[in-house]
Nanobody, 122 residues
Framework: QVQLVESGGGLVQAGGSLRLSCSASGKIFTINAMGWYRQAPGKQRELVAAITSGGSTNYADSVKGRFTISRDNAKNMLYLQMNTLKPEDTAVYYC????????????????WGQGTQVTVSS
């Protein structure tokens, strides 16, 4: 079994910063792409930022220049540094990872964390 656990969410004033962490554990052979998604009330889940195993990144236009995604492959950790937060960043943030759970290349599955709430007050 594989488990993703997020931490670091909370309440912050506009202009403030938060750092989200995601820990992957369990039967992991290798982790491919990882990403952060968010879902605000009444809206669809959207990609915030993603990072490949090699470190290539991409960001939603709404967070470019404010958020930074990073990962520690040795520790199976994913991070999201969020600066200059805005009220519209308020959402539940989810960690996502494509994980190979066995030695055969097709033994790959998408996993999700349980989410962590980020609330930005104006």
């Amino acid at each position: 079994q594989v488990q993703l656990v997020e931490s670091g969410g909370g309440l912050v004033q506009a202009g403030g910063s938060l750092r989200l962490s995601c820990s992957a554990s369990g039967k992991i052979f290798t982790i491919n792409a990882m990403g952060w998604y968010r879902q605000a009330p009444g809206k669809q889940r959207e990609l915030v930022a993603a990072i490949t195993s090699g470190g290539s990144t991409n960001y939603a236009d709404s967070v470019k220049g404010r958020f930074t995604i990073s990962r520690d492959n040795a520790k199976n950790m994913l991070y999201l540094q969020m600066n200059t937060l805005k009220p519209e960043d308020t959402a539940v943030y989810y960690c996502n990872a494509e994980i190979q759970y066995g030695p055969i290349p097709w033994q790959v599955r998408d996993y999700w964390g349980q989410g962590t709430q980020v609330t930005v007050s104006s």
